[in-house]
């Protein structure tokens, strides 16, 4: 089911400037101010920092963001901490999200200061769903979810060490309160988890009791009486299986095959992890398949329903635009000015009908008429056009090279993997002759349909890939054309002139780059936006690759399914399947590569380290490599 279009936050500022939420006729902190009620309530309250002392990862779950002072004053004590955890994560929670004047008048003046500029340049869009903001180089990591708590929370896949009850008061806000949310809060605390809060309401203190939680009062702050603190300590700690309860392994070395985009990405999210990464490919050097085209796009869709595939791609290119923020154009040739895709069947006003329909914010997408668009583009476009202003174009060779150069990434070339065995806890790899190239306990399948032989090696079935064949054409010399331009193929300008594709043949196997091709790539793009390629072929350029992707055109990632049938048959959820230990796919990313691997890669990484899951529950089983089985047994059972 797709989530209810947001509502960002309403703030009354009073005289004092004070802020306050009319709608619930509160205030957003006590009279000792925001930062002291988040030192002595929330961090003391927790034991904080004292129990994060020397932990690998420490995890806080939050509900009720606000205007983000906790994690400003948590932010703050885990950077002045000598015995701070290597990586701090913090999922936050929020119905109604600050715009971003509103987050900037808030910490005016503040203390720390140097950290909410940080926060408020990686403010995202207000757009529902999870937006994963990463600070101190990925060591600490703020996973915002944008949307009503009480369907939200049951979604998120995370194990908290700590907790910071927030929101307005319980009998003006009884939904951030409720039973059902604190119970859903118990099944995600790690053993020996905390929590703290202002309130002492009755109905929080028996509802932390049945939700596993011994609490006691604490006295108050700032002229407040008393607060509450509380340890999770249930009778009996029930199995967590819904949603998933990701799991954490002390020994932090993978194997990654295949150094494309999504090889590359996955193996970046491992390495800030702390896991010992090698990656291993039959071609000599990274990118060497279809990740080595020259140039290509990211961005997102939008959707009449905002079903799984929107919801996906929304985040996805979120994520991609928020990493390129971070990366200099010298070093991933890139640009982030947005991208105009065309609209060749619904009218500019039900175009603007479906944004409003699903709350989508101007800084995500907007709906522009031809001439609008066409001043974008900086060209006469034929038709209206989505502008997506967070979309862009970027070097997918540029940017693998730059996640492979990720601390503990050792990269090994020319190697080509033929087989999969797996010994005393151990993926071991073999090449020619079975001599063993690597082995970790864990091991991502990263090549697209070359994972089908390797699985095979191991006696598990290989994926369901359709792969078809794609030619990309640039030439040289200066373009009119200011953004790229998607729709009946793409248009982008670079700095190596402008390139446009790409074809689609299916059954073709030719690597030659054909002028026929070219041809029909440049018919497009003078449908698309007026251009005409050079006469002269000299200066046609291009490149052959395949594209990889599954019959549902989702991608596949995350852990292989167990090789029993048997086994898997009766089950009708694919969180509930089991699974080969260690062994997970990256594959299937279609045309798509650039929006997608960033955030699947982390998304691997987090179900192989047991962080926090930077998607929704429904956005995780709808890229499961397990939903084709458990589709198969639904069929039957039917």
Same mark, same amino acid.
């Given at each position: 089911?797709?989530?209810?279009?947001?509502?960002?936050?309403?703030?009354?500022?009073?005289?004092?400037?004070?802020?306050?939420?009319?709608?619930?006729?509160?205030?957003?902190?006590?009279?000792?101010?925001?930062?002291?009620?988040?030192?002595?309530?929330?961090?003391?309250?927790?034991?904080?920092? %004292?129990? =994060?002392?020397?932990?690998?990862?420490?995890?806080?779950?939050?509900?009720?963001?606000?205007?983000?002072?906790?994690?400003?004053?948590?932010?703050?004590?885990?950077?002045?901490?000598?015995?701070?955890?290597?990586?701090?994560?913090?999922?936050?929670?929020?119905?109604?999200?600050?715009?971003?004047?509103?987050?900037?008048? *808030?910490?005016?003046?503040?203390?720390?200061?140097?950290? %909410? %500029?940080?926060?408020?340049?990686? =403010?995202?869009?207000?757009?529902?769903?999870?937006?994963?903001?990463?600070?101190?180089?990925?060591?600490?990591?703020?996973?915002?979810?944008?949307?009503?708590?009480?369907?939200?929370?049951?979604? !998120?896949?995370?194990?908290?060490?700590?907790?910071?009850?927030?929101?307005?008061?319980?009998?003006?806000?009884? *939904?951030? =309160?409720?039973?059902?949310?604190?119970?859903?809060?118990?099944?995600?605390?790690?053993?020996?988890?905390?929590?703290?809060?202002?309130?002492?309401?009755?109905?929080?203190?028996?509802?932390?009791?049945?939700?596993?939680?011994?609490?006691?009062?604490?006295?108050?702050?700032?002229?407040?009486?008393?607060?509450?603190?509380?340890?999770?300590?249930?009778?009996?700690?029930?199995?967590?299986?819904?949603?998933?309860?990701?799991?954490?392994?002390?020994?932090?070395?993978?194997?990654?095959?295949?150094?494309?985009?999504?090889?590359?990405?996955?193996?970046?999210?491992?390495?800030?992890?702390?896991?010992?990464?090698?990656?291993?490919?039959?071609?000599?050097?990274?990118?060497?398949?279809?990740?080595?085209?020259?140039?290509?796009?990211?961005?997102?869709?939008?959707?009449?329903?905002?079903?799984?595939?929107?919801?996906?791609?929304?985040?996805?290119?979120?994520?991609?635009?928020?990493?390129?923020?971070?990366?200099?154009?010298?070093?991933?040739?890139?640009?982030?000015?947005?991208?105009?895709?065309?609209?060749?069947? !619904?009218?500019?006003?039900?175009?603007?009908?479906?944004?409003?329909?699903?709350?989508?914010?101007?800084?995500?997408?907007?709906?522009?008429?031809?001439?609008?668009?066409?001043?974008?583009?900086?060209?006469?476009?034929?038709?209206?056009?989505?502008?997506?202003?967070?979309?862009? =174009?970027?070097?997918?060779?540029?940017?693998?090279?730059?996640? !492979?150069?990720?601390?503990?990434?050792?990269?090994?070339?020319?190697?080509?993997?033929?087989?999969?065995?797996?010994?005393?806890?151990?993926?071991?790899?073999?090449?020619?002759?079975?001599?063993?190239?690597?082995?970790?306990?864990?091991?991502?399948?990263?090549?697209?349909?070359?994972?089908?032989?390797?699985?095979?090696?191991?006696?598990?079935?290989?994926?369901?890939?359709?792969?078809?064949?794609?030619?990309?054409?640039?030439?040289?010399?200066?373009?009119?054309?200011?953004?790229? /331009?998607?729709?009946?193929?793409?248009?982008?300008?670079?700095?190596?002139?402008?390139?446009?594709?790409?074809?689609?043949?299916?059954?073709?196997?030719?690597? %030659?780059?054909?002028?026929?091709?070219?041809?029909?790539?440049?018919?497009?793009?003078?449908?698309?936006?007026?251009?005409?390629?050079?006469?002269?072929?000299?200066?046609?350029?291009?490149?052959?690759?395949?594209?990889?992707?599954? *019959?549902?055109?989702?991608?596949?990632?995350?852990?292989?399914?167990?090789?029993?049938?048997?086994?898997?048959?009766?089950?009708?959820?694919?969180?509930?399947?089991?699974?080969?230990?260690?062994?997970?796919?990256?594959?299937?990313?279609?045309?798509?590569?650039?929006?997608?691997?960033?955030?699947?890669?982390?998304?691997?990484?987090?179900?192989?380290?047991?962080?926090?899951?930077?998607?929704?529950?429904?956005?995780?089983?709808? /890229?499961?490599?397990?939903?084709?089985?458990?589709?198969?047994?639904?069929?039957?059972?039917?």
């Amino acid at each position: 089911m797709s989530p209810p279009p947001l509502t960002p936050a309403r703030i009354d500022w009073g005289d004092d400037g004070t802020p306050r939420a009319p709608d619930y006729d509160d205030a957003y902190h006590g009279r000792i101010g925001a930062r002291e009620q988040a030192r002595r309530v929330f961090l003391a309250g927790n034991g904080l920092p %004292a129990r =994060w002392a020397g932990r690998r990862d420490f995890t806080i779950a939050e509900t009720g963001f606000g205007l983000g002072h906790n994690f400003i004053a948590t932010w703050a004590a885990w950077r002045n901490d000598p015995a701070r955890p290597a990586r701090l994560h913090m999922v936050s929670i929020d119905a109604h999200p600050p715009r971003r004047d509103d987050l900037a008048r *808030a910490h005016q003046g503040q203390p720390d200061g140097e950290l %909410a %500029a940080q926060l408020l340049a990686a =403010w995202p869009p207000l757009a529902p769903g999870l937006h994963r903001l990463d600070f101190e180089g990925g060591a600490l990591r703020l996973l915002l979810a944008f949307g009503d708590v009480q369907a939200l929370l049951p979604a !998120l896949s995370f194990s908290a060490d700590a907790f910071y009850l927030d929101g307005f008061a319980p009998d003006r806000n009884p *939904a951030m =309160w409720d039973l059902r949310v604190l119970k859903a809060l118990g099944r995600r605390a790690a053993p020996g988890a905390t929590a703290a809060t202002w309130s002492v309401a009755r109905s929080l203190r028996d509802g932390l009791t049945t939700a596993g939680f011994a609490w006691q009062r604490a006295p108050g702050p700032g002229g407040k009486r008393e607060t509450l603190r509380a340890t999770h300590a249930p009778r009996r700690r029930e199995p967590n299986v819904t949603p998933e309860a990701p799991t954490a392994t002390d020994e932090r070395r993978a194997v990654v095959i295949g150094a494309g985009l999504a090889g590359a990405c996955t193996a970046a999210a491992l390495s800030s992890l702390g896991f010992q990464v090698t990656v291993i490919d039959r071609l000599d050097q990274p990118a060497g398949g279809t990740s080595g085209n020259p140039a290509g796009l990211f961005h997102a869709t939008v959707h009449g329903d905002d079903g799984p595939h929107a919801r996906l791609f929304r985040a996805a290119a979120l994520h991609t635009a928020r990493l390129l923020a971070g990366l200099s154009p010298a070093q991933v040739p890139h640009g982030r000015d947005g991208l105009l895709r065309l609209e060749l069947q !619904l009218d500019i006003q039900s175009m603007r009908s479906r944004i409003a329909r699903l709350g989508l914010p101007a800084d995500f997408v907007q709906a522009l008429p031809a001439e609008a668009a066409g001043t974008l583009a900086g060209l006469p476009l034929p038709a209206a056009a989505w502008f997506y202003p967070g979309g862009g =174009w970027v070097s997918p060779p540029a940017l693998v090279r730059e996640r !492979l150069s990720a601390p503990g990434i050792r990269f090994l070339g020319g190697t080509e993997a033929v087989a999969l065995r797996r010994i005393g806890g151990q993926w071991q790899v073999l090449g020619a002759g079975d001599v063993p190239l690597a082995q970790a306990p864990h091991l991502v399948l990263a090549n697209a349909e070359h994972a089908g032989p390797l699985l095979a090696s191991a006696g598990l079935p290989p994926p369901l890939l359709q792969r078809s064949r794609g030619q990309v054409s640039h030439f040289d010399g200066p373009t009119l054309l200011r953004l790229p /331009v998607a729709g009946d193929g793409y248009a982008l300008p670079w700095p190596g002139g402008l390139l446009c594709g790409a074809t689609s043949q299916e059954g073709d196997e030719d690597p %030659a780059v054909r002028d026929d091709d070219h041809r029909a790539n440049f018919v497009r793009l003078q449908r698309l936006c007026g251009l005409t390629a050079p006469a002269d072929p000299a200066r046609w350029q291009g490149r052959v690759g395949w594209r990889v992707q599954a *019959a549902d055109r989702l991608p596949l990632a995350g852990p292989v399914p167990a090789r029993s049938d048997a086994t898997i048959a009766p089950v009708d959820q694919v969180r509930r399947l089991p699974r080969e230990p260690g062994l997970h796919l990256a594959v299937g990313f279609g045309a798509r590569g650039l929006t997608l691997a960033p955030l699947l890669g982390e998304l691997v990484a987090a179900r192989i380290a047991g962080t926090p899951l930077p998607l929704e529950q429904a956005l995780v089983d709808a /890229v499961d490599p397990g939903r084709f089985a458990v589709r198969a047994f639904r069929n039957r059972a039917a």
